[in-house]
C-alpha cells in the first residue's frame, strides 16, 4: 500500500509506517477496527496528545521528528540520548498519527509471523499502560512493532544509522579520541 490514507488492505498484525522526514519513521501495529474506526497499537510517550497541538504550533510543523514531540510534554522530557524513562504502549485511531502510512512488514522473509490472535494482540493487551523505556537507538516505535509481530527487537532505519556512524567512531576510538 502506497502512502495515502486508505486501510482497505489492512489486516491486525500488519506494521504500519508513518514517515516522518527522510531519515525516520514512526511505527505501529494494527489492531483492526472498532466501530468502524481502524486503530493501532504503538510505543509513544505518556500522556502525548498529538491533538493538543495547533498546525502551527505542533513540533512537526517546526521541524521536528516525531519522537521529539515528547519534548513539549512537561512530564516527558527526553533526557540525554534521545531516551524517554515514561513511555507506554498506547492504542489509537489509525489516522491521529499521520495520513500517511504504509504497510511494512519489513522482515517478513527473514522471521517468521506470530499468531495476531494468540500471540501478538495478547502481547499488547499486556503491554498496554505498562511503563516501558523509550530509547531511540535500542527501544524505539520500530523495536517494539517488530517485537510484537516477529518476537524480535529490530530496526532497520537505526541499522542504517549505524552503518553511517560506526566508522566514524571507529576511527575516533583507533585515534585515541574517544
Known sequence: MGLKNSHHNLFPGDIIEYPRNKYFSHFA??????????????????GLSLKRYTPQHSPRALG?????????DSDNKLPLFGRALRSEIKMDPLELLGKKYKVNNML?????????????KPAIDDMMGRDVTFDILFHNSEHQAALFRYGVKKSLQIEKVYKHIMPTWKKLFEEKKL
Open 29 to 46: 501495529i494494527y489492531l483492526g477496527e472498532r466501530d468502524g474506526v481502524p486503530y493501532v497499537a504503538h510505543l509513544t510517550c505518556r
Open 64 to 72: 521536528f521528528p516525531t519522537l521529539w514531540m515528547c519534548l513539549t
Open 108 to 120: 517478513d522473509d527473514a522471521y517468521p509471523v506470530r499468531d495476531f490472535h494468540n500471540v501478538v
